[in-house]
C-alpha cells in the first residue's frame, strides 16, 4: 500500500508531469550573483561547480565567460563578465548587459553560496542519470546480448557516479599528519597497517601483505606452480576466519573471486580440497585414497570451504570490463570484496580493437590495474614468462614478461616462480621454489624459499610441517567400509558436509 501512495506521489510531481528535467533557476542565478559580487566565492567554487552543471545555456555562458576570466587571473565583476561576454560573441544571446545586470544584484547576501552550489549539482547529476538512463534504453532495444547491454548500462552509471567526485589539492600539513598517525599506529601494533596476509611467512614479512588497489603479477614458466600458489594464497585468505573447523563469531569471513580462464571450477575446487587436506591430489583423482584418516580430511576441508565466501567464475574469453562489472557486483551484494585472482593475463582479451597483440595486452594491464585501484583490493594476475629464462638456464626477470612491457609499468608487485631443480629428480632440491619479488613498489625486493609439495599441490614454508599420505590398506573392503563409515559420520554431523 505504501509502495503505491510513492508511486501516486510521483506520478502527480510537476516535473514528472511536464516532463522537466531537474533544475532551480533561482539557485544558477544566485550562485552567478556570489560569483560577481564576492571574491572570496571563486575560490571554493571553481574547482567544484562546472559550466555543464548548470541547465539554461545562458548561465552556462556566462560561468565559462567567468572561468575564463578567473584563469586569467582577473577579477570577477558585472564589467569583466560583460566585456567577456562580448568578446567571445555570445553577450547578446545571453540576454545583454541588463541582463548581466540584473543578475549582479539578484541577492543581497553570499552567505549560502555553497547551498546555491549544492542545489545545482544535485540537479545536474539526476539530469546526466536521466541521460544515461535513455542511452540505457535505446541500447535495450538495439542491442541483442543482454549481458553486454547490462555491463553498458553499469559502466554508464558508474561513470555519473564517477564525474562527481570531484578532488581539490588538500593542505601536505594533512598528508603529514596522516602519515605520522600511520607511523604511530605500526609502531603501537605492527601488525595495524599490514595488507592481507598470504598465509605464507616469509614472503608475507617481505611484502608486508597484499595491498589495497595494488596489481599483484604471478609469472613463471608453464608448469611452475603459478595456478598452485595463486589458489593456496586464496584459499589461506577465505579460511583464515576458520578454527578447528569453526566459523569465528568475531572475524568476518574473507570474500574473494576466482576468475579461471583456464581450469573448470570443479578441477580449482579439486585442487583447493587435496591442498588444504594435504592429501595425495593423483591419487584421489584415480580413486586410490582408501584411508579412512585421509577421507576425514577431505572431508573437513570441504565443510572449511563451504564455510568461506569464495565466488568462482569459469567463463572463457574473459574481458577486464567483465572482471570489473562482476566484481563491482560481487562487492555491492557481499558489502565487502577482499581478494581477486585471475587465472591468467595471456588467454585474456582486452574486448577492444587494436592493432597487435602487445597493443592488446598493455590495456588489459592497463585495465587490471585501474579495475585494482576502484575495488580497493589486491587483484593476482597470472602471467606466463618467455623462453628465454628457460634458454639462457637463469632466474627470470621482468623482460621475461611475455608479451608487453606495459605490464612491470603497471604491476606494483611482480612475483616470479624458479624451481631451478625441478626436473633434477636426484637433486635434493627438486622441491625448493624460489619466490622472487623482482618489483615492489612500497618496499624492498628480495628472494623468499618456498616448499613445493607435488603431491599436494600446493607451497609451504620451508620449515613446515607435511603429512606422509598414509599407507595403503591391506584389506580392501575393511578400508572401504572405514571410508564409509567416515562419509556417514559425516553427514549425521551436518548434512550439507557431502
Request: hydrophobic share 40%; glycine share 6%; charged share 25%.
Amino acid at each position: 500500500m505504501k509502495t503505491s501512495d510513492n508511486k501516486n506521489t510521483l506520478d502527480k510531481h510537476p516535473n514528472v508531469t511536464g516532463q522537466v528535467p531537474p533544475h532551480s533557476d533561482e539557485a544558477e542565478k544566485a550562485l552567478l550573483c556570489c560569483m560577481m559580487i564576492d571574491e572570496n566565492v571563486p575560490v571554493e567554487i571553481m574547482h567544484t561547480v562546472r559550466a555543464e552543471d548548470f541547465y539554461y545555456r545562458s548561465h552556462e555562458s556566462i560561468y565559462r565567460a567567468m572561468n575564463r576570466i578567473w584563469n586569467d587571473n582577473r577579477p570577477i565583476d558585472l564589467v569583466t563578465v560583460t566585456q567577456e561576454l562580448d568578446g567571445m560573441g555570445l553577450l547578446a544571446s545571453v540576454g545583454g548587459a541588463q541582463y548581466i545586470s540584473a543578475l549582479s544584484g539578484f541577492i543581497a547576501s553570499t552567505a549560502n553560496y555553497k547551498a546555491h552550489a549544492d542545489i545545482i549539482k544535485k540537479n545536474s547529476q539526476l539530469r546526466q542519470l536521466m541521460a544515461a538512463a535513455n542511452e540505457i534504453l535505446k541500447k535495450c532495444y538495439a542491442s541483442e546480448d543482454s549481458l553486454e547491454t547490462l555491463q553498458y548500462a553499469e559502466k554508464v552509471i558508474s561513470d555519473v557516479a564517477e564525474q562527481q567526485g570531484v578532488s581539490a589539492l588538500m593542505p601536505f600539513e594533512d598528508a603529514v599528519n596522516e602519515a605520522v598517525a600511520d607511523f604511530d599506529a605500526v609502531y603501537r601494533d605492527p601488525k595495524a597497517k599490514r595488507g592481507l596476509a598470504t598465509g605464507f611467512r616469509d614472503l608475507d614479512f617481505l611484502l608486508g601483505g597484499l595491498g589495497a588497489g595494488d596489481l599483484v603479477i604471478i609469472a613463471a614458466r608453464p608448469g611452475q606452480g603459478k595456478t598452485s600458489i595463486g589458489m593456496n594464497i586464496v584459499g589461506k585468505v577465505a579460511t583464515a576466519h576458520i578454527r578447528n573447523g569453526e566459523a569465528s563469531k568475531t572475524e568476518q569471513p574473507a570474500v574473494c573471486a576466482i576468475f579461471s580462464l583456464e581450469m573448470p571450477a570443479s578441477q580449482l575446487a579439486k585442487r583447493m580440497i587435496c591442498s588444504l587436506a594435504q592429501v595425495d591430489f593423483a591419487k584421489m583423482s584415480k580413486g586410490e585414497i582408501k584411508s579412512a584418516d585421509e577421507w576425514r580430511k577431505v572431508v573437513d576441508a570441504r565443510a572449511s570451504l563451504c564455510m568461506s565466501k569464495i565466488f568462482v567464475d569459469d567463463t572463457s574469453l574473459t574481458t577486464p570490463m567483465d572482471i570489473l562489472s562482476k566484481c563491482r557486483r560481487l562487492k555491492r551484494e557481499q558489502k565487502r570484496l577482499d581478494l581477486v585472482m585471475v587465472d591468467y593475463l595471456t588467454l585474456m582479451s582486452s574486448g577492444k580493437r587494436t592493432e597487435n597483440r602487445q597493443q592488446d595486452v598493455s590495456e588489459i594491464s592497463r585495465m587490471m590495474k585501474l579495475a585494482a585501484k576502484e575495488l580497493g583490493v589486491p587483484i593476482l594476475l597470472l602471467s606466463q614468462l618467455s623462453r628465454e629464462s628457460e634458454k639462457n638456464k637463469r632466474r627470470p626477470q621482468m623482460s621475461d614478461l611475455r608479451e608487453s612491457g606495459a605490464i612491470e609499468q603497471d604491476a606494483d608487485v611482480i612475483i616470479f616462480i624458479y624451481r631451478e631443480h625441478a626436473n633434477d629428480e636426484q637433486s635434493p632440491d627438486k622441491n625448493v621454489a624460489e619466490i622472487i619479488v623482482g618489483k615492489h613498489r612500497n618496499g624492498p625486493l628480495g628472494t623468499v624459499k618456498l616448499r613445493w609439495v607435488g603431491e599436494h599441490v600446493s607451497f609451504t614454508d620451508m620449515d613446515a610441517n607435511v603429512p606422509v599420505s598414509a599407507p595403503e590398506t591391506s584389506g580392501e573392503s575393511d578400508g572401504k567400509e572405514d571410508v564409509g563409515m567416515v562419509l556417514l559420520k559425516a553427514e549425521d554431523a551436518e548434512t550439507d558436509v557431502f
